[in-house]
């Protein structure tokens, strides 16, 4: 449906008494970049891109979308995977890029004050002369914003000991859908009333627009080392990383590759990874020196008893830096060996990696598809990257059917259809397989609380399709329903 030029006129009126010129994008060319987000699978223009600069702004520019009952999708810094940050055709693209002060980073208490659009690896950057750090670090840090790891609650390679956004964040600031601010969590130990600050971490952008985080930060730790370890087969690799947990030790990150990301990533980083293992693992330790020194020497024990067919252990930052580099590059890696990929996202106990990769390597068979998998293997945050080629319709097909596959598998074994990409829009049709009518109906209410218009990023995270019809057919780049 299109949305009548008066409409649209008189949204550009309302917003321009308060938005300078160059803050607000309204021709389609310019608008193009804000089409969709690090999942091009899915894309559409906006009514209008917003870029404000103060929360002033943000807060007069929801009074206004709410009283013109027009929807408003947030967007950070467009590298999450799941399209939630996808516009609505006849909505406003709220972009919070330029909100990207550091307020106060605070040593003493360990926290630091931050707006939405400062990027993940800043708020590190900027704690290091305090020897502090931010713990949660997506593969995309460099180039991710704070606000979009709370909307998604991202986690990365460290999250296994340090937990995703949401153990790791203390405070926010938000607006809600009618331009109110209201606080969130704070610096006590505990708050009174229901805990909406976990509610808030991973809403998706359907119940608030968050405009300031207070997170925590860590003491940078005296030594980190890694253990990578090469496995003859997949299933030897992911019992192996059983084996790790069971001996008692929580590494800061154990991730996992199979052959085809592991060749991938070394022709592009040339990290020394071995080309001949068909499974990768990488354990990293971290504390004091004597700590680090028992747990490194027991867990390359602990992988020379699985089976391990070689064993490299880091013995400086640098060369610790470079074997990370393999697997923070393996996504882009990977997109050198094929026109695209569809990077999926489901969680599984830890105790079905090696039964679960056996049915994804039978589905690429089943499908034609090629897949690799590089993923979060301590948590069980699966990543398979289906290659495919989007100029075919039937491959889009294909990779959209084989990645359903994979999410209703991971349910089927106990866990769940996202860990740290969320819903949006790609697993929208995968929630009832998570989740009962009854359960659904439950999401529908607290969105509803929050946001009664329902202007908040409509049509993502939550099947309510009855009340979204625009959304029954999702358009991809090809057009295809």
């Given at each position: 449906m299109t949305v009548p030029a008066a409409s649209r006129a008189t949204l550009q009126a309302r917003l321009r008494e308060f938005l300078p010129e160059h803050c607000l994008i309204d021709d389609r060319e310019s608008q193009r970049p804000f089409e969709c987000d690090g999942l091009s699978l899915y894309r559409e223009l906006p009514l209008l891109v917003a870029l404000p600069e103060t929360v002033e702004q943000v807060r007069r520019l929801l009074q206004v979308c709410r009283e013109l009952d027009v929807p408003v999708v947030p967007r950070g810094s467009g590298t999450g995977l799941c399209a939630g940050a996808m516009p609505h055709p006849e909505g406003l693209l709220l972009g919070l890029s330029k909100l990207d002060r550091i307020l106060d980073i605070d040593p003493l208490a360990g926290t630091a004050r931050v707006e939405p659009g400062v990027s993940?690896?800043?708020?590190?950057?900027?704690?290091?002369?305090?020897?502090l750090y931010y713990a949660p670090d997506p593969s995309s840090q460099i180039a991710c914003s704070i606000g979009g790891n709370v909307a998604e609650n991202s986690g990365g390679v460290h999250c296994l000991k340090y937990g995703?956004?949401?153990?790791?964040?203390?405070?926010?600031?938000?607006?809600?859908?009618?331009g109110e601010l209201v606080s969130v969590g704070g610096l006590g130990l505990d708050s009174p009333g229901y805990d909406l600050l976990a509610l808030f971490?991973?809403?998706?952008?359907?119940?608030?627009?968050?405009?300031?985080?207070?997170?925590?930060?860590?003491?940078?730790?005296?030594?980190?080392?890694?253990?990578?370890?090469?496995?003859?087969?997949?299933?030897?690799?992911?019992?192996?990383?059983?084996?790790?947990?069971?001996?008692?030790?929580?590494?800061?990150?154990?991730?996992?590759?199979?052959?085809?990301a592991i060749r991938a990533?070394?022709?592009?980083?040339?990290?020394?990874?071995?080309?001949?293992?068909?499974?990768?693992?990488?354990?990293?330790?971290?504390?004091?020196?004597?700590?680090?020194?028992?747990?490194?020497?027991?867990?390359?024990?602990?992988?020379?008893?699985?089976?391990?067919?070689?064993?490299?252990?880091?013995?400086s930052d640098e060369e610790r830096a470079l074997l990370w580099k393999g697997r923070k590059s393996a996504f882009p890696a990977v997109g050198r060996l094929a026109p695209d990929y569809y990077c999926m996202d489901g969680t599984i106990p830890r105790s079905q990696v090696s039964p679960v990769l056996e049915e994804i390597s039978r589905l690429s068979g089943e499908y034609g598809l090629a897949v690799a998998n590089v993923f979060h293997a301590g948590d069980g945050n699966l990543?398979?990257?289906?290659?495919?080629?989007?100029?075919?319709?039937?491959q889009i097909r294909a990779a959209e059917d084989f990645g359903a596959r994979i999410l209703d598998l991971s349910v089927e074994v106990g866990g769940c259809i996202t860990g740290e990409h969320g819903v949006g829009l790609e697993k929208l049709r995968q929630m009832p397989s998570q989740f009962s009518r009854e359960e659904l109906l439950q999401l529908e209410e607290?969105?509803?609380?929050?946001?009664?218009?329902?202007?908040?990023?409509?049509?993502?995270?939550?099947?309510?399709?009855?009340?979204?019809?625009?959304?029954?057919?999702?358009?991809?780049?090809?057009?295809?329903?």
């Open positions: 993940n690896l800043s708020i590190s950057e900027a704690a290091s002369t305090h020897g995703l956004t949401v153990h790791n964040v203390l405070g926010l600031k938000v607006l809600t859908a009618e971490n991973g809403s998706e952008g359907l119940l608030g627009v968050v405009v300031e985080i207070t997170v925590r930060l860590l003491p940078c730790p005296q030594l980190a080392r890694v253990v990578m370890a090469g496995f003859d087969s997949v299933k030897a690799a992911g019992d192996a990383v059983g084996a790790v947990i069971a001996a008692g030790i929580i590494p800061a990150g154990l991730e996992m590759m199979d052959r085809l990533a070394e022709d592009f980083a040339a990290a020394g990874y071995p080309r001949d293992a068909e499974a990768l693992l990488l354990c990293e330790v971290d504390g004091t020196r004597e700590e680090v020194d028992q747990h490194s020497d027991r867990i390359s024990a602990l992988f020379r008893e699985m089976g391990a067919s070689s064993i490299t252990v880091s013995n990543h398979p990257l289906i290659l495919f080629d989007a100029s075919d319709p039937r607290i969105k509803s609380a929050f946001d009664p218009g329902l202007t908040l990023n409509p049509g993502k995270g939550i099947p309510i399709l009855k009340r979204c019809q625009e959304y029954r057919a999702l358009p991809t780049r090809d057009g295809h329903d």
